[in-house]
């Protein structure tokens, strides 16, 4: 019976990456040469979390958010263009008297669609700002003092624009928290901007876009994530990097509990959509910066040495340093 158990796990972990793997090509059809950048907003979505891509303008991140949509089957897209006028209700919707029928009834605002792309999150007002914070933590909203569920799968793609600073509001720490991963998905490189402009000569490419997953199909990739192996081993180096966050002199406030939690999850979704059954070191080590990077509070000190070294390179020597502080382990049996 064991056995049995474990290979009906096997085949259904082998459904899954074949499941991954043909969502992440569909997704390359559009987005060109950002192969780690994509698989990373995958493992997201497999797990669960929400992305905060911070880029310039025209670097593909509405493309991405709308290709995805378009590769589920079912799947509805929104669009929140965040300026300071921005009300929450413009967010989640809100009650309109109806005088036909005499009574409020609910008007759905953009939050109730699959994939919501909120654009410039900084400029919107931090009452605005909040009225995501149920919506990303919770998978819900409460207007009025009516709750209502949000739909399934429910992702969250919010981007800042790292050079206009003008006229922004920062994104507190616990809005920042509730994003699994926060990355970017840069400029392409010259052969593949060239193949990019010959490719939309005669339109964008988004146009022949069509699903190849189904809900019941990415139901079952997101409890394969559930099913990929992870050493306890891992599991407590992945607990010793949390906690080295909060001994980094240049950290005022680490990582929490849940930078654990979601360094764990989506190590194991990253390992699905690379084709393994199992979580390896460099899963973990390749996701310390996009996953834990955002949770940190710096110093003043350390707010002092971004502006002069890069936040890159600044968090770069935090990762290093709790590198030391928490190696990772070397047993023999990792691939």
């Not at 919707?93 to 699959?114: C, D």
Request: charged share 20%.
């Amino acid at each position: 019976m064991a056995g049995s158990t474990r290979q009906h796990a096997a085949g259904d972990l082998e459904r899954a990456q074949a499941t991954a793997a043909r969502l992440l090509a569909n997704l390359e059809t559009v987005v060109v040469g950002k192969h780690d950048e994509l698989a990373l907003v995958l493992a997201a979505l497999m797990s669960g979390g929400h992305v905060l891509l911070e880029d310039v303008p025209g670097t593909a991140k509405t493309i991405l958010a709308r290709a995805i949509a378009q590769s589920l089957n079912g799947a509805t897209f929104a669009r929140i263009q965040c300026t300071p006028d921005l009300q929450p209700t413009d967010v989640t919707g809100l009650s309109i008297y109806n005088q036909q029928m005499r009574e409020f009834e609910f008007r759905p605002g953009p939050v109730f669609a699959t994939i919501v792309l909120v654009d410039e999150i900084n400029r919107a007002m931090p009452r605005t700002q909040s009225a995501l914070l149920e919506a990303m933590a919770e998978r819900q909203v409460t207007i009025d003092g009516v709750t209502r569920a949000l739909p399934e799968p429910f992702l969250v793609i919010a981007t800042e624009n790292p050079i206009d600073q003008e006229g922004t509001f920062p994104l507190p720490e616990a809005q920042l928290d509730r994003f699994a991963l926060r990355s970017s998905l840069g400029y392409p490189a010259r052969d593949e901007e060239v193949a990019i402009v010959v490719a939309q000569r005669h339109g964008h490419p988004l146009a022949g876009v069509g699903p190849v997953v189904d809900a019941t199909e990415l139901a079952a990739l997101r409890a394969a994530v559930e099913d990929v192996y992870v050493d306890d081993l891992i599991v407590g180096w992945i607990v010793d990097l949390v906690r080295a966050t909060r001994e980094v002199a240049a950290v005022a406030l680490g990582a929490s509990v849940r930078g654990s939690l979601t360094l764990e999850r989506t190590a194991r979704a990253r390992a699905l959509v690379d084709g393994r059954d199992h979580v390896v070191p460099g899963d973990v080590g390749d996701l310390f910066l996009p996953v834990l990077g955002h949770r940190l509070l710096p110093t003043s000190a350390y707010a002092a040495e971004t502006r002069a070294i890069g936040r890159d390179a600044a968090l770069a020597r935090i990762k290093a340093r709790c590198l030391e502080l928490a190696p990772p382990p070397a047993p023999d049996w990792v691939e």
